[in-house]
């Protein structure tokens, strides 16, 4: 038996959903929204819906790196390796995600420029070791989970005294857009319950972040793993809260999230990063506080400002529902290019083209959407 298979075990995954439909009540409707795309993807996979009462529905959030990236910072890219021929190192599904004018940096590699996809850091490092000729610029992104591994890069780059390696850096902090959700009101907002927090974000940052959203928000949070049934207890520990009138922080993942984090992990953090003022997210806007840049004693290793470039506004692609998607408003299916002209071959927007994105879940699973993936 792998360690996996207990958290996909199809009894007591019907003992969890009876639990959750004995104790909803009817009365009422529970909307949570997991923030995180790996749970939207595990919700699909093992057809955790399906297995809830009809009045408890989860509500999609925000957090898949690769989708909230704005074009803008599609464009910056492909601008850099246009205008001073840098070789632009970046994760593969970055590749495939729309810019401005339906261009892709997969299509700026077609048309001559140095795109490489690259699996980790390490390979960054030995690209710009082994060709000390070229510019090597890493698209860095993600939350907090993979930017402790840029930080190690940063240092790494610093101490080998490499002079042609630089960083773009994408990486974007978590609490910041769950407040932004949860600040949304009137027409543009949305209705929440409770929230499934990320887990592996939670490994980093650990559990304590998240206090404003009951202390500010009154809505309960439970951070939750990325497993079905680490899924369905998270759910009916949200239940249990919603029932009880309490609004807690609380910890499903307890097999691997602490109150605080990872010390080493946040200390690289605040050694190579300052928080920006400002950043834009895709679906979201601008958002105050709500990622890192390199501090002042790195600006050298800075891509930004080693190879400045100007964009022109970017446009959203005429009817690609991202936006809303992220802000859990809408669902993949209420998009008109939904399975239509937009698909993982041919994606219109990045919630099509991420692992992790909404679009792609609904894409890969809809055809066995009412049955369970779950072990018997
Ligand atoms: S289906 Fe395609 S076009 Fe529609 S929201 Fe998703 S990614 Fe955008």
Request: hydrophobic share 40%; glycine share 8%; charged share 20%.
């Amino acid at each position: 038996m792998k360690y996996v298979d207990e958290f996909r075990d199809r009894h007591l995954a019907r003992q969890l959903a009876a639990a959750i439909a004995a104790e909803v009540d009817p009365e009422r409707e529970y909307r949570l929204m997991e923030f995180c795309g790996g749970h939207t993807h595990a919700i699909f996979r093992y057809g955790i819906q399906q297995l809830m009462p009809p009045n408890l529905r989860f509500v999609h959030g925000p957090g898949c790196p690769v989708c909230v990236l704005p074009m803008t910072r599609l464009d910056q890219a492909i601008a850099m390796t246009r205008e001073h021929g840098v070789t632009l190192c970046t994760y593969g599904d970055l590749m495939r995600v729309p810019a401005s004018g339906r261009r892709t940096l997969l299509k700026a590699k077609a048309a001559g420029a140095d795109v490489r996809m690259i699996y980790s850091t390490q390979d960054v490092l030995r690209i710009a070791r082994d060709e000390p000729e070229r510019q090597v610029v890493f698209m860095a992104i993600g939350f907090e989970t993979t930017t402790p591994p840029t930080a190690v890069a940063i240092l790494q780059a610093r101490a080998e005294g490499l002079k042609n390696l630089s960083f773009l850096c994408n990486h974007v902090l978590t609490p910041p857009a769950l407040r932004a959700i949860l600040s949304l009101a009137g027409p543009e907002g949305v209705r929440l319950d409770g929230i499934l927090g990320p887990s592996h974000v939670s490994t980093v940052i650990g559990t304590r972040p998240y206090e404003f959203v009951p202390n500010q928000f009154g809505i309960p949070v439970v951070i939750a793993g990325f497993e079905p049934l680490d899924v369905m207890q998270s759910a009916l520990m949200l239940v249990r809260q919603i029932n009880d009138g309490r609004r807690e922080v609380e910890n499903q993942y307890s097999r691997a999230v602490g109150e605080g984090g990872n010390a080493r992990a946040l200390e690289l953090m605040a050694r190579v990063f300052v928080t920006r003022p400002s950043f834009e997210w895709r679906g979201l806007g601008f958002l105050p506080e709500s990622a890192p840049a390199l501090a002042e004693d790195y600006a050298d290793l800075d891509a930004e400002r080693r190879f400045p470039v100007t964009v022109e506004t970017s446009r959203e692609i005429k009817g690609c529902e991202c936006p809303a998607i992220l802000r859990g408003l809408k669902e993949p299916t209420e998009c008109k290019l939904f399975g239509a002209v937009c698909t993982p071959d041919n994606p219109m927007g990045a919630c099509m083209v991420s692992s992790e994105g909404a679009c792609a879940a609904y894409w890969s699973h809809r055809t066995h959407m009412p049955s369970s993936g779950l072990n018997r």
